[in-house]
Every structure is written in C-alpha cells, then in structure tokens.
C-alpha cells in the first residue's frame, strides 16, 4: 500500500531596507559663520522576521494488513517456480533449504538453497505424480507405468527399480520410505511393501470394505497406517498381517477428494502421535492425534486455498503445499499450541 504523504510548503516573508534622503541645505546670511555640516547616518536597518520552519504534515498510520489465518501453521516462505516448469505434478520441501518437484515425462528440479536455483535431476521414466523425501540424499519417486526412481544424492540422479503399480489412472502416488532399502509404496487399490531397495514388491492385504487410498505413513519396518477416502485409518503392527481399524472422524457422508497425486498428508512420528492434513469441499484441516489415531484434534486452516498436492515431513512438523496453477508452493511450519 502507498502511503500518501502532504507537504507543507512554507512561507518566507522578505522585508525591504528602509533609506531617509538627507535634508537640503538653506541659504546662510552673509558674515554669518557657516556651521559645519552633519555628516548623514545611514538608517536602522530593519531586521528579518524569523523564517518559518516547514513541519511536516501528520503521517497517517495505514491499517496492518492481517495475517493469513493458517490454522495451527506459521508460513516459512512461499516460492515461485518458473522457466518451463508447467508441467509440474508434486513438490515437497524437507526443510526451509532442500527440495524436489517432480512431473511432466520424468521432470525431476531440486534445490539445497531454497528454490533460489533449481537443478535439473538426471531421470528417465514416465510422468511422476509420487515423491517423498527420507533426508538430503535419499528420496523416492513413482508414477505412470509403474515406474519407481530411487536417488541417494539429493535428486541430482534417479536409479529405476522394480516396477509397483500400474499406468494411469491406477498408477503409484503414495510414497513412504524409512530410508533407500524399506518403504511403501502405493496406488488408490494396491499396497506394497519392500525391504530391498525395491528389487522385489510384497502385495499387502487391506481389509475387506476398504475404500480407495488417500495417504500411507510406515513408521517402523512393521508398524504402519492406511488412510482411506472415507475417513477410515487402517493401523498394522505385524507389516500388514493385520489390521487394526479407526476413524479420522470425518462428517458423515465426508470423503476425501482424489487426484492423480496426493491430496491428503499423513505422519506418524512415534505410536501415539500423528497427524493428517486433508481438504473437504475446498475447506482445509489439520487433524493431530495424541493416542495413536483413537480420536483427533481438529483445526481449521480457512486461508489456506488453491492448493491441491500435499507433503508431510516424517516428523509432522514442516508442510508443503503446491498450487500447480500459479506454480507456487507454501512451506510451513507446525506451531504447538
């Protein structure tokens, strides 16, 4: 906002000199001693009234423009990418300093500098719509065809291994990876688990009634939770033998929206705390839960808009949020209450 400021123009005030002509002489009588004659005095100079000083007029104080309300979030910066990056499909950050996009034909940029520069990633593969990011050299991406890509040095170059998947819209999405050997991997209707770096994929069995995938978090190599589109929070101990079944509360008849990435966030840090970011009918939440998904703490984020691929890091603390339209992406930070 320009502030409009008014100057006040002074006024200077000139005085002029006053000058008295000297008197004229009268004729003497003759004889009469001629008295000398009075030397003229120059006339009191009259002196300048004192200069006013201009003073400015009063600065009007602008409204403060409030700030975003993000719910339980602090915004840490929002960036813009840009040259041909149209064709991004997710981005994530693990901190204010290192992170990933990914999309369009295997497009792969990273940055260790907070997306001051971008790199080009050395990736082959078909269209990523997956991603997760372990620390600053170990990451994973997936998408169409099956295709998952390992990096161990920040994204600069992406490994392919065994294919988990199928090609769209059934394709891998979901990603959640303890480091570069154990993780899961994911589409709306299959589950997998590898403990080799992805050289071989184990179908995990989701119980019967459960709907499409919505979000995967595996904390431990046997300990791990399934977030259906219907609120359902599917909790194994034994990697996947069985189920334990929960509720992230939703309103009755809530779903979960769907997209070819991931729309919807989810961490557990330790086996009671966790937390999901989700978007209802355009409204988005953070739902955190202190006795391992039994019930939740809601809170709202009503600024939070035009946004539609979400990215948790393991700890729960630092979000990612692409809007793929305007190519930016917010990175914020949990505040405890």
């Not at 149209?86 to 693990?94: E, Q, R, T, V």
């Not at 999405?173 to 071989?200: E, H, I, K, N």
């Not at 399934?226 to 779903?255: C, E, F, M, Y």
Request: proline content about 8%; charged content about 15%.
């Amino acid at each position: 906002m320009k502030h409009a400021f008014t100057l006040l123009l002074g006024i200077w005030l000139t005085v002029s000199l006053a000058g008295c002509a000297p008197a004229q002489e009268q004729p003497v009588p003759t004889g009469t001693p001629v008295p000398p004659t009075a030397t003229p005095q120059p006339a009191p100079t009259a002196t300048p009234a004192p200069t006013a000083t201009p003073q400015p007029a009063p600065t009007a104080t602008p409204a403060p423009t409030p700030a975003p309300d993000l719910g339980p979030w602090k915004l840490l910066r929002q960036l813009e990418y840009k040259d041909n990056d149209s064709a991004i499909n997710f981005g994530a950050f693990l901190n204010e300093s290192h992170g990933i996009l990914v999309g369009y034909s295997g497009l792969v940029r990273y940055t260790s500098n907070g997306g001051q520069n971008w790199d080009v990633g050395n990736s082959s593969s078909l269209c990523r719509f997956g991603l997760d990011i372990v620390d600053e050299q170990i990451a994973w991406n997936c998408g169409n065809g099956g295709h998952v890509r390992v990096s161990t040095d920040g994204g600069a170059t992406w490994n392919p291994v065994t294919d988990y998947g199928k090609s769209e819209p059934d394709h891998c999405r979901y990603l959640s990876f303890l480091d570069a050997q154990t993780g899961w991997a994911a589409a709306p209707a299959m589950l997998g688990a590898t403990l080799d770096g992805g050289v071989t994929w184990t179908d995990l069995s989701l119980p019967k009634g459960t709907g499409k995938i919505a979000a995967i978090s595996l904390r431990t190599p046997t300990e791990g939770y399934v977030l259906d589109i219907q609120g359902v929070l599917l909790v194994t101990a034994d990697g996947g033998k069985t189920w334990t079944l929960r509720s992230l509360s939703l309103p009755k008849g809530g779903k979960l929206p769907m997209d070819f990435a991931s729309l919807t966030a989810m961490r557990f840090w330790d086996a009671q705390h966790g937390r999901v970011v989700y978007n209802l009918s355009g409204q988005f939440w953070t739902a955190t839960t202190e006795d391992g998904g039994i019930t939740w703490k809601q809170q709202a984020m009503p600024d939070v808009k035009g946004i539609y691929n979400l990215f948790l890091t393991r700890d729960g603390q630092t979000l990612s949020a692409i809007d793929v339209t305007k190519r930016k992406i917010l990175i914020l930070q949990y505040q405890q209450p």
